[in-house]
């Protein structure tokens, strides 16, 4: 299979796995099953028809309204569906059609609904971490054997560094962060660096902006999650961390 045939299938199925990533991010926090009831219109209780849950597109024919009530639907759920779609072609358009490709879209679909989650509740569920990391441990083992303990020792530098910060100063994040930085050392290895590194150059940029603006008792008191930050910087270790820590080994080393 060429890459661009594989792409094109990795985002088909990533806006449909994605379509079910937005049930997951609503009713996994609220205790809820996440296949019964089926899906359905938060006011009027309908259910939604498989003709009506085709990604992005039945939103779109739909103009983004339930068709019994006419009530308007979030745009958030065409943007996850048409936006893990996105990530999962990407990350075979940059790994081609390998095993390490399968690692990554497994990663970007544990990552999608924690962000959401997050930004939510400002909690990352154990439910999604635990076996998140279980799950990247098994794929490392089968898929990339002769990596498994690189995988092993970034995972616990990147968890064991968010722990000593939560230990520090436990109000900066939560223990959720430190557990996804786990899962995010399992699936990345060594280029959980750049992550950890983007993700804290992105939140620290985010959070001086919000304090700029809402001043520093204010802004302190926005609570700004630091899950979406360390879901992007997996996303961006999961694309270029290889490239970035081979060209700072080569620079500088």
């Known amino acids: 299979m060429s890459t661009a045939v594989a792409a094109v299938f990795a985002g088909i199925l990533g806006a449909v796995v994605g379509s079910f990533l937005n049930v997951v991010a609503y009713r996994l926090p609220r205790g809820e099953s996440l296949s019964h009831p089926p899906s359905h219109c938060p006011k009027c209780g309908q259910p939604v028809k498989p003709y009506d849950n085709v990604p992005v597109l039945s939103w779109l024919l739909l103009r983004g309204r339930c068709r019994s009530c006419k009530e308007p639907i979030s745009p958030r759920y065409p943007i996850v569906e048409a936006g893990t779609g996105l990530l999962c072609a990407l990350v075979v358009v940059v790994k081609g059609p390998e095993a390490e490709a399968i690692i990554g879209i497994v ?147």
């Open 107 to 253: 990663l970007v679909l544990l990552l999608v609904p924690v962000t959401l989650i997050d930004l939510d509740t400002h909690t990352i569920p154990n439910k999604i971490t635990y076996p998140g990391f279980v799950v990247g441990l098994v794929l490392i083992a089968v898929l990339e054997t002769d990596s498994l303990v690189e995988h092993l020792i970034a995972s616990a530098a990147a968890g064991g560094f968010l722990f000593v910060a939560w230990f520090a100063y436990p109000r900066g994040m939560g223990l959720g962060d430190v557990k996804l930085a786990f899962v995010l050392g399992i699936f990345l290895g060594k280029a959980v660096a750049p992550a950890m590194f983007v993700a804290f150059i992105s939140g620290a940029v985010v959070g001086g902006l919000v304090i700029a603006r809402m001043g520093v008792k204010d802004g302190r008191k926005a609570g700004i999650p630091f899950g979406p930050w360390l879901a992007l910087g997996g996303v961006v270790g999961l694309l270029a961390g290889d490239a970035i820590v081979d060209w700072y080994a080569d620079s500088f080393l």
